[in-house]
């Protein structure tokens, strides 16, 4: 990780504690053909190895259309990488068809591993990050060029803000 502050250090080092457990077999997180929740594995677990997933991809170079840290990401194709080798789960398409499945989750009520989305070109479900808790989530903006973390509470996010999306139960 790189450029890392050390508020955002402290929630990967909290996500990193709380993630301290046996992670299920990876047959049987694979087995799921969508991104649909995961049976049998405690959804916190698997929310935080994605956050903290997510947070190794800080400063990781944007792309339209990216779809793998060497090449450049751009915010769905993050969320897909992220959603593959952390938690095993296939998610794929715009930030709008990813935001089609899932189970809606209350902004008070969200937790690591989460995914939010926005509305930043003037079209409903045009961007999408992952909640790393705090009140922070993990994303890849055309702006700057970087994946980086930034808050819900920043003016231009909570302008923004149109739903929220849980795939584990």
Same mark, same amino acid.
């Given at each position: 990780? /790189? ?28 087995? =799921?053909?969508?991104?649909?929740a995961?049976?049998?594995? &405690? ?7 994605? *956050?903290?997933?997510?947070l ?17 990401l751009d ?19 715009? *930030? ?10 209350? &902004? ?18 045009? /961007? ?7 009140g #922070?989530?993990? /994303? ?5 060029? %970087? ?5 819900m509470? =920043? %003016?231009?996010?909570?302008? #923004?803000?149109?739903? *929220?999306?849980?795939?584990? =139960?």
């Amino acid at each position: 990780m /790189h450029n890392l502050t050390p508020s955002t250090l402290a929630i990967a080092l909290g996500l990193l504690l709380s993630a301290c457990t046996t992670a299920p077999p990876e047959a049987a997180r694979r087995a =799921d053909p969508g991104p649909t929740a995961i049976a049998g594995v &405690r959804a916190a677990d698997i929310g935080s190895d994605v *956050a903290l997933y997510a947070l190794g991809l800080i400063d990781t170079g944007y792309r339209f259309g990216g779809k793998n840290p060497d090449a450049g990401l751009d915010c769905s194709g993050m969320v897909a990488y992220v959603f593959d080798r952390a938690a095993g789960l296939r998610v794929s398409g715009s *930030a709008a068809e990813i935001a089609q499945v899932g189970k809606p989750v209350e &902004r008070e009520s969200l937790k690591p591993g989460d995914l939010v989305f926005f509305n930043t070109r003037n079209r409903p479900w045009s /961007h999408v990050g992952i909640y790393i808790g705090d009140g #922070r989530f993990v /994303h890849a903006p055309a702006t700057n060029g %970087r994946v980086r973390v930034d808050r819900m509470t =920043d %003016r231009y996010y909570a302008q #923004r803000f149109e739903a *929220a999306r849980s795939y584990f =139960d």
